[in-house]
Structure formats: C-alpha cells, structure tokens
C-alpha cells in the first residue's frame, strides 16, 4: 500500500490506544517500529523518498508543514508523511513516544537519518 502523495498531514485523535495502531498497520501490510525522541532541538525541513506514518503514544511535541508552520502533536495523533512531504520534528521538550508504520523491513534510524533538501522536493519542486 502506498500514501496519496501530498504533504504532511496530522490527524488529531486518530487512535486510543496501541492495539488499535498495530492493527491498523497489520492492514496497512507495513512494519511497525518504535521511536523515542528525548530532549532536542528543532530539526531541519527535509524531506524522505519512502511513506511513513508516525503514531503519537505518549508525549507532545510539534512538527513542521512544509510552510515551516509549528502543528501541536500529542498521545492519540497520526502523522501521515507521503514520499516527498517536506516536514521536520520540533523541538523536543518531553520524551515522546512513536509507533512508526514503514512499508518495508528497514532498521528506522538506517532511512530516516537521509534529510533530503526541501528544495528538491518531488511534491513542492518545480
């Protein structure tokens, strides 16, 4: 299954609790992994060339659209992010929990440490 290209999208409530996530991915045919960012700055805008999809477990924090405009994320939101979709995590001032959906078996810190440059874009380019 691939994402709808297009940019970043937050959905606010999506889920309330854990099995309902690893269902979801179940029926998405992805891999779920998890990811805790401890305390940090903001990173950069970038982009991926693979979807992902981030689930809020615990924790707040904000991300970047590709207008570099903060959106809040808590526990119970989803994090769409099609291949392409300029965004960056805010800064992190609590531990925040992930469950995060990619759709193939790759160790996460392997691809997501590839920032590509928001200018190159294949959805905001050209």
Do not use: C
């Amino acid at each position: 299954m691939e994402l709808e290209p297009g940019p970043m999208q937050v959905v606010h409530g999506a889920f309330s609790n854990k099995e309902e996530v690893l269902r979801e991915i179940a029926d998405m045919g992805w891999y779920p992994t998890t990811y805790v960012s401890g305390l940090m700055d903001e990173l950069p805008p970038h982009w991926h060339d693979f979807d992902n999809v981030g689930y809020v477990i615990e924790g707040s924090t904000y991300v970047l659209n590709e207008n570099s405009e903060r959106v809040p994320l808590g526990a119970g939101d989803k994090l769409v992010i099609p291949r392409g979709a300029v965004h960056a995590e805010g800064a992190v001032e609590e531990r925040t929990v992930y469950i995060v959906a990619l759709p193939m078996a790759e160790n996460l810190f392997d691809v997501l440490i590839d920032f590509k440059d928001p200018a190159t874009s294949p959805i905001t380019a050209g």
